[in-house]
């Protein structure tokens, strides 16, 4: 009986640790982060608090992974373990050095130190990862009489380090590569969309997901595909193979498994996604729009045409059109007012029911679309200040 109760009590603690909510930090792209907090809550989670670029979620394991597959508009997932007052390199080590990474590392494998460093005493933020390197892997030898790799290369464990004057925390980074690198576009053309600030766009502007869609200077086809995704319901960390959590020991292959198959089975049958239309007036893009298309799996549900915006297919009755016009501002283009006014007449053409959303950094340009506004969302893309910008398409004779 008491061999019993003791396998008993070891499998109930077993699932009590993997039950553990820890705050996890969401990170985004500035503004995005009421969108974020808004895919969280959809999935059954509780929001802590949110800040301008980040979300703080409670999580347990299962809840983690499940965010590391789903989430469109996040960047990083990240579990702090370390957060201290460290002035200077050797005290930066010493904090790193009396942490137990023995029990989220293994000796064996490959490990990245990446993140931000803003210190008067490092010049290059290079070196700050080579003490937190140099901390961890010391401490994994004293523990396991050998440690893992470590470089550059973002396909085994990934740690965060976040060194702001004194203030550092130091966390594990669940998904190594951003999750704004869905895996589909290795090809890209002048200055183009983040798809994580793409599906933004889409969630913000509150597209029906059921209505066709007509994406004009759809450049290497970023909007459109994750158009499809979202339409598909299809979660975006399916196309990957790997990500940082998948190198740590709270990693949990069964229950990983549980969340990818969870995941398929709430897609969206092809046949009930809405027509989509991308075009390009350059026909160079739109083929690398077509590969991007092919390797996300759904160049079949997107509808590729070579014309000026002008001509683009825009479905009757009912339909979105989202744009992203060049800004003027890194390519160095011509006056854009002529353009910018054009767009506006066209939007303005158009006797469909829906909206037009049009993306822009030229925020003095973005009053020359002649148009009711409907709707208006701040959003960054880089450092640059944008705006999402929604005008309601109405058919001829209906009220304003």
Avoid at 70 to 88: D, E, F, G, N
Avoid at 143 to 155: A, C, N, T, V
Avoid at 295 to 314: K, M, P, Q, W, Y
């Amino acid at each position: 009986m008491g061999f019993f109760l003791f396998v008993v009590d070891c499998r109930v603690e077993a699932w009590q640790i993997a039950r553990v909510k820890e705050t996890v930090t969401l990170t985004c792209a500035k503004g995005v982060a009421p969108i974020l907090a808004a895919e969280v809550k959809a999935l059954g989670m509780e929001i802590a608090s949110e800040d301008v670029a980040a979300v703080l979620v409670k999580a347990d394991l299962q809840e983690q992974m499940r965010l590391c597959l789903r989430l469109r508009t996040a960047h990083r997932i990240l579990v702090p373990l370390i957060t201290c007052l460290a002035r200077s390199p050797k005290e930066l080590f010493r904090r790193i050095a009396d942490f137990a990474w023995e029990d989220h590392l293994g000796p064996d494998g490959y490990v990245r130190i990446h993140g931000y460093v803003n210190n008067e005493e490092i010049r290059d933020q290079r070196f700050a990862f080579l003490t937190v390197k140099d901390a961890v892997m010391d401490r994994l030898r004293d523990k396991y009489g050998r440690r893992p790799d470590s470089g550059p290369s973002d396909h085994g464990a990934s740690i965060y380090l976040h060194w702001n004057y004194e203030e550092v925390t130091i966390s594990l980074d669940l998904a190594g590569r951003p999750l704004s690198k869905r895996g589909y576009r290795s090809r890209a053309g002048d200055a183009p969309l983040q798809e994580a600030l793409a599906a933004a766009l889409l969630l913000a502007g509150g597209w029906p997901k059921d209505v066709p869609l007509c994406n004009p200077m759809g450049g290497s086809g970023t909007i459109a595909i994750e158009a499809a995704w979202l339409a598909q319901n299809r979660a975006p960390g399916l196309l990957r193979d790997h990500f940082g959590l998948f190198s740590l020991k709270r990693f949990n292959q069964t229950l990983w498994e549980k969340e990818v198959e969870a995941a398929k089975a709430e897609l969206v049958p092809e046949w009930e996604v809405p027509v989509i239309f991308c075009s390009d007036k350059d026909p160079t893009v739109i083929e690398v729009a077509k590969l991007n298309a092919r390797d996300a799996g759904v160049e079949h549900l997107i509808n590729f045409e070579v014309c000026d915006f002008r001509e683009s297919t825009v479905p009757e009755e009912s339909s979105w059109v989202v744009m992203n016009p060049p800004y003027g501002l890194r390519l160095e283009e011509d006056d854009l007012t002529g353009l910018y006014h054009e767009i506006g007449l066209w939007l303005k053409s158009l006797d469909r029911e829906g909206q037009g959303l049009v993306f822009t950094g030229n925020l003095p340009l973005a009053k020359r679309f002649g148009l009711k506004l409907a709707q208006k969302h701040m959003l960054y893309n880089g450092p640059l200040e944008c705006r999402l910008l929604g005008f309601e398409l109405r058919k001829p004779g209906a009220k304003a």
